[in-house]
């Protein structure tokens, strides 16, 4: 069943996407963020924040289907900031700003 092309899906301030590589190091963080972290089953340290993560990443392109990315865009020049996992559409672990 995969194969399917995920098409990004923008907004003036927000960005759904694919995972990628440089993904992995903002997420741990708010993985690694107690508060962040309050309602989940617990805090998460770096390598089993990038198994989670390489997990959706291949369940995304094994299905076409999954939990993407949200980033924001438009904030000043400053955009492609990691925001939140989505499940879909609706933010489900959203980081703290910087």
């Keep these: 069943m995969g194969g399917r092309l995920f098409t990004d899906i923008t907004t003036p301030r927000l960005r759904l996407r694919p995972w990628r590589d440089a993904d992995f190091a903002p997420f741990a963080a708010m ?9 989940l089953p617990g805090v998460l340290d770096r ?10 990443r291949d369940h995304f392109a094994r299905h076409g289907f999954g939990k993407v990315v949200v980033e924001t865009r438009g904030l000043g020049g400053r955009g492609g ?4 996992q989505a499940r879909r559409g609706i933010p489900y672990r959203i980081g703290r700003p910087t």
């Design 47 to 56: 390598f089993a924040s990038d198994a989670a993560a390489q997990r959706l």
């Design 31 to 39: 993985n690694a963020d107690a508060p962040v972290m309050e309602f």
């Design 81 to 84: 900031d990691f925001l939140a």
